[in-house]
């Protein structure tokens, strides 16, 4: 039978895990983050789908590339994390279906679909996103997500000629706990769950 | 600084984590399900919005409900689940944003802006709820997620007079390791992911 993680896995994982606006100066790996990969891709997407693609953006000339799309209050910051994941997600995930999910032709359901390929897209690969902040913190490091940049302008830069898009960015390194606020209040079970 | 989780934690999140389709006759109690609850909403969403709402449906009455609104595939197995998710998210999430992200005005951000109130509820719902999906497999339960169900059915008998919207649906349990196929093929980083 399966046992509850232990509570400094659940504080490392939950409850103790900051949004990190800076971040210390120590190297990020790269086989750190292919090791989270490696984790976040075994979460469940709807018929294995898998659309999430994710850049890391990492050199300063990439870096730079992305900062005229960003919000004002994300530029510094983003410049300064040792790197930056874009969440994006391949509208032409249907493509490996007949390698991924081989027992029937899912690719069928989506081609000519193109609400079903957006939504299913969005979803799942807002789903993925949420795996690898995870897996992030999993393996050790910290994360920013961010909403605040030019979607349009990203992809222009970054996925031109591609059905790459970007969803949402995330900066990585080790959070630099002296630069945290108090957090902010989370809704209990009572305000956002129902049981029937 | 942080470290790595070790390998029975990563196994039990992402490495041998499974989706599984029946689960074992073993109660569920609901401070499981409540305390999944605590752990994911932890998670971070874009200016702490928090859209998702969650209805675990558990009564033979709420299954009978949610019944004719699922995908063929997935009606036997909902119905025998001890416990389905109906992870939805609210798109009045930003009444709650004085509370709890009380430092700006945030609220205005989104008031008339149907378009990102949509895009915001819809992407952070979806992070939270896969947040929960880690969540109850760190409590040391099983997941079966699915996208196979009639939203709009779903809406009407459920969410009548509210904003909330189902996003996705989560059997939940102890799962049936005996009823599972031989693991699919993920996406290895060389194929889903840059470094630049």
Chains 1, 2 share one sequence.
């Not at 750190?32 to 953006?57: K, S």
């Not at 994941?85 to 493509?95: H, M, N, P, R």
């Not at 081609?111 to 939504?119: F, P, R, T, Y």
């Not at 795996?131 to 979607?151: E, H, K, N, W």
Request: with cysteine; hydrophobic share 45%.
């Amino acid at each position: 039978m399966t046992t509850p993680l232990e509570i400094p896995a659940l504080n490392q994982l939950f409850l103790e895990a900051r949004t990190y606006g800076r971040f210390l100066d120590r190297p990020v790996p790269d086989a750190l983050l292919r090791q989270a990969w490696d984790l976040a891709r075994m979460g469940p997407t709807a018929a294995n789908t898998q659309p999430a693609r994710v850049v890391f953006v990492r050199s300063a000339e990439a870096k730079a590339r992305l900062k005229p799309h960003l919000a004002p209050g994300n530029a510094d910051k983003t410049m300064a994390a040792p790197a930056t994941a874009i969440i994006a997600y391949d509208l032409d995930f249907a493509d490996t279906l007949p390698r991924t999910f081989p027992h029937v032709d899912a690719r069928a359901w989506y081609v000519g679909n193109d609400a079903l390929i957006a939504e299913t897209a969005f979803r799942n690969g807002s789903l993925q996103g949420a795996y690898l902040i995870l897996a992030l913190r999993a393996v050790g490091l910290d994360c920013g997500p961010m909403s605040g940049f030019d979607a349009a302008g990203v992809d222009a830069e970054f996925f031109a000629g591609s059905r790459w898009r970007a969803n949402f960015l995330v900066n990585i390194g080790y959070g630099d706990k002296t630069a945290l606020h108090p957090r902010n209040p989370r809704l209990g079970f009572d305000e956002a769950c129902r049981v029937v």
